[in-house]
């Protein structure tokens, strides 16, 4: 897991941040002040500030912002030092367990400082806020965590926290010494103003947002942890859905995109079935034309159409055949009888805008060697126009 470790505090950078500072009175209450600080363009701001009881800030704090906690009160000890850092504890409990207390040290100058309390106390604290379904990214004892604040305050040598008078020099401590005043002090941190009891929440966030990483609890670094594991999980989830939403946005478009086309195509094909259907219609009619040649005795027919060749050759101008018939069909008396045709015959169907000229055409056609006779002549008014009139007639050809 430690290369998604890496990955998680490479790419999981801190927005937002709460910084709060927990009293515990002799009373037994519990009360805590906290700040909520953003991050935009390389600048903090404070969002929210306020006091609240400790469980009902629990309660009520966003779960998705983590929090950096100081502790102090009732069970915190803070004592200045002489010694160095690998005896400190020694110093200041002589013969005590190490592996029973959590404690911050400071190193300063004249002196070290140190805050402990024991382990039972901090693990209340840490499983309380676990509990509460919020992730704790530090937790510090005492006033200590102020000094993440002194170099912004170095007009102000003598601070006054509601518990604490302390003095520093360029952001260094220097004394520290316990008060219990009631006066409320007001200090500047950029275009902020803030009470003295909110610099402790302040230098706590302050500290968070900079990764300034003084308290190195195993827990608390699992939580911290944690929490950057489920940044990273849900930018891979907000990230796989915008990937799977275009995917599935593209499939869509290509889904319309070919129904459109399939709709089109149908549309045609719906338009051009009749001409299919007429086509399969006249492909049977074929068929059947040929079968039913096939079993007549039908001679000598380039013959017939060799004379009807003669026929269209010899009309004259003002004269437009419509309609030859070769081997015309009989009359039927009735459509139970067979189905005969006239061989020899051709029957013509035209228009003519002049009789004179189609009696002269029919006169010589009489005339001609191919043809025995002229049979049925009928003339009428034609549908063409009032100008012209249809005929028709029957001619006989002469056997070759």
């Known amino acids: 897991m430690q290369w998604l470790n890496t990955i998680a505090t490479g790419t999981a950078r801190l927005q937002q941040i709460a910084g709060a500072h927990l009293f515990l009175s002799r009373e037994g209450g519990r009360r805590v002040y906290y700040v909520v600080l953003r991050k935009k363009n390389h600048q903090l701001f404070l969002v929210e500030k306020g006091e609240l009881p400790w469980e009902q800030f629990l309660g009520q704090h966003n779960k998705n912002i983590p929090i950096t906690l100081s502790v102090d009160g009732k069970g915190i000890l803070t004592k200045a030092l002489q010694a160095a850092d690998e005896v400190a504890l020694e110093e200041v409990l002589p013969g005590a367990n190490e592996t029973e207390f959590y404690y911050n040290r400071l190193a300063g100058a004249p002196a070290h400082w140190i805050s402990l309390t024991r382990k039972t106390v901090a693990e209340e604290i840490m499983q309380e806020v676990t509990q509460a379904g919020l992730s704790l990214f530090d937790l510090q004892l005492g006033p200590l ?8 305050l170095r007009d102000n040598a003598n601070i006054q926290l509601p518990h604490w008078q302390l003095q520093h020099v360029d952001g260094e401590l220097r004394t520290l010494t316990p008060q219990a005043g009631t006066e409320e002090f007001f200090y500047s941190l950029g275009d902020e103003k803030f009470s003295g009891a909110y610099l402790h929440p302040y230098a706590n966030a302050f500290s968070g947002m900079l990764k300034l990483d003084v308290y190195a609890d195993t827990n608390i670094k699992q939580i911290q942890l944690l929490w950057l594991q489920k940044r990273l999980y849900k930018k891979l989830g907000v990230g796989l859905l915008v990937f799977f939403f275009s995917l599935l946005l593209c499939n869509f478009s290509l889904f319309t995109y070919l129904s459109a086309s399939q709709q089109e195509l149908d549309g045609r094909l719906q338009q051009h079935r009749h001409l299919l259907t007429q086509l399969e219609q006249m492909e049977k009619q074929e068929e059947d034309r040929n079968r039913l040649l096939a079993t007549m005795p039908l001679r000598k027919q380039p013959l017939f159409a060799y004379y009807a060749d003669l026929l269209g050759a010899s009309v004259p101008p003002g004269v437009q055949l419509d309609q030859l018939l070769l081997h ?39 005339k001609a060697p191919w043809v ?22 029957t001619l006989t050809i002469t056997a070759p």
């Open 372 to 393: 025995a006779g002229i049979k049925g002549q009928r003339y009428g008014s034609s549908a063409v126009g009032r100008e012209s009139g249809s005929f028709s007639f």
């Open 328 to 366: 015309p069909e009989e009359p039927r008396k009735n459509k139970r009888e067979a189905l005969r045709f006239m061989h020899g015959f051709v029957e013509v169907h035209g228009h003519c805008t002049n009789p004179l000229v189609l009696n002269k055409w029919l006169e010589q056609l009489e």
């Open 145 to 152: 965590s102020i000094t993440a604040l002194l170099p912004l």
